[in-house]
């Protein structure tokens, strides 16, 4: 069965650094797109960036761009999430989850999701 | 960016009776191809989100038939034929058409 397992979430001051890491199994992880998605305390669902199979190309949401870097190494089976400049409002849950689409139309939605790692920043 | 409302903002629901959801997005997600790109997710207590329903109205696997996705355009709705316990949480609703991707405030479900 599909499983993506976050780590790498924790405490952090503004303007520090963090790395999460998503662990896949259960599927061919080359063949899927993969993206982060993050979750305020208490709050709704915010897209953070998404990857192409070969890590060609990648998305960013405006609130983390210039900031995040999103990367693969399909030899791992491993999803990452550097995180540069972090502000106080990027306190979330962060989750990892695979992208699929349906009869090939090139547009893509999450169909698994991991459990997520909380970042908190906080002085 | 396109926007999201969901409405009711929460709903108490007796098990074996029927909700329904509504989910608007402030354009259309309506492709050239014909396809809808609108999918509903749910967030149970403590859980992260889980697939129920993509382009509208397909449910996804394992997902049980008394949850039914319908709408067009920017107009769409969530039903649930009757409510069991298992089925609280936050129902979200999510756009792909266009980046970035964007989710719905959600709709949270209690069982009176």
């Known amino acids: 069965q599909v499983q993506l397992v976050e780590s790498g979430g924790g405490l952090v001051k503004p303007g520090g650094s963090l790395r999460l890491s998503c662990a896949a199994s259960?599927?061919?992880?080359?063949?899927?797109?993969m993206g982060w998605i993050r979750q305020a305390p208490g709050k709704g669902l915010e897209w953070v960036s998404y990857?192409?199979?070969?890590?060609?190309?990648?998305y960013y949401s405006d609130s983390v761009k210039g900031r995040f870097t999103i990367s693969r190494d399909n030899a791992k089976n491993s999803l990452y999430l550097q995180m540069d400049s972090l502000r106080v409002e990027d306190t979330a849950v962060y989750y990892c989850?695979?992208?699929?689409?349906?009869?090939?139309?090139?547009?893509?939605?999450?169909?698994?999701w991991g459990q997520g790692t909380l970042v908190t920043v906080s002085s | 960016d396109i926007v999201m409302t969901q409405s009711p903002l929460s709903l108490s629901v007796t098990p074996g009776q029927p909700a329904s959801f509504s989910c608007k997005s402030s354009?259309?997600?309506?492709?050239?191809?014909?396809?809808?790109?609108l999918y509903w997710y749910l967030q149970k207590p403590g859980q992260p989100p889980q697939l129920l329903i993509y382009?509208?109205?397909n449910r996804f696997s394992g997902v049980p038939d008394r949850f039914s996705g319908s709408g067009s355009g920017t107009d769409f709705t969530l039903k649930i034929s009757r409510v069991e316990a298992e089925d609280v949480g936050v129902y979200y609703c999510?756009?792909?058409?266009?980046?970035?991707?964007?989710f719905g405030g959600g709709t949270k479900v209690e069982i009176k």
């Open positions: 259960g599927f061919t992880f080359s063949d899927y797109y």
């Open positions: 999510m756009q792909s058409i266009q980046l970035p991707l964007t």
């Open positions: 990857t192409i199979t070969s890590g060609s190309a990648i």
């Open positions: 382009e509208v109205s």
């Open positions: 989850a695979r992208m699929t689409t349906y009869e090939s139309s090139n547009y893509y939605y999450f169909d698994y």
């Open positions: 354009q259309s997600l309506l492709h050239s191809s014909g396809k809808t790109f």
